[in-house]
């Protein structure tokens, strides 16, 4: 089945650092999302873009859509401990299913 | 308290064993889904169902089975398990399909 390629994989980081994650598709997604997944928990959303070229942002986490609605970035400003986890990306497939396609995660840790 | 609640969290069997997970949800939600979670491949939907009479097919839907005869179960059956099936199993649900999905706590599977 068809993945999200999301980079990097994994990254240090000091604490109080900016982070950036990006995830790229070979076709078209009309809804674009980002989760974090903390040990042991499912994972949870942060923020969901639903138009190409949408900026938003949820506190320290800023999301965009991008142009081709293929890909999306996720920043994290100003890192915190509690930022640790893996991040997801996943987009939403409605042409004749409606089915979940996710990344495959940037483990991010941050070091204080 | 709203939850989707998945049972067992943890689970050892063996090959050919027959096996359901059960995923239920109180918050009267439309969309529920399965993702099997592997390293280094994030999460993959397994089936997802729009509602009580639609059931469609993920990614990764060989081995496993569904159903969804009340809005708020959707148990996952392994008719026959083999190794390969070894992963970590979320159930999700949404209000509907282009809403926050909410994540089970997960379930632990080993396939001897």
């Known amino acids: 089945g068809q993945q999200l390629n999301q980079s990097p994989q994994s990254m240090f980081i000091q604490e109080g650092e900016d982070v950036s994650m990006n995830c790229t598709s070979s076709?078209?997604?009309?809804?674009w999302l980002w989760y974090k997944q903390d040990p042991g928990e499912g994972p949870v959303l942060l923020i969901a873009?639903?138009?190409?070229?949408e900026l938003t942002s949820n506190g320290r986490l800023t999301a965009q859509f991008g142009i081709t609605r293929k890909d999306s970035f996720l920043n994290i400003s100003a890192s915190i401990p509690s930022d640790v986890g893996i991040y997801f990306c996943a987009g939403l497939r409605t042409s004749g299913t409606y089915k979940y396609i996710f990344g495959t995660g940037t483990r991010l840790k941050v070091l204080a | 308290e709203a939850q989707v609640t998945q049972n067992p969290r943890y689970l050892i069997t063996v090959t050919g064993k027959k096996l359901t997970v059960t995923c239920s949800q109180n918050m009267n939600h439309e969309y529920m889904s399965w993702y099997r979670q592997d390293p280094g491949l994030g999460l993959r939907q397994i089936y997802y169902?729009?509602?009580?009479?639609?059931?469609d097919k993920g990614d990764v839907p060989e081995g496993y089975k569904v159903s969804r005869k009340e809005k708020r179960n959707f148990p996952l059956i392994l008719e026959s398990p083999s190794p390969n099936q070894t992963s970590l199993y979320f159930c999700?649900?949404?209000?509907?399909?282009?809403?926050?999905?909410?994540f089970g706590p997960g379930t632990r599977l080993l396939v001897l």
């Open positions: 999700a649900s949404s209000k509907t399909v282009w809403e926050t999905q909410y």
């Open positions: 873009l639903y138009k190409a070229g």
């Open positions: 076709s078209i997604f009309n809804t």
């Open positions: 169902s729009m509602n009580v009479e639609v059931t």
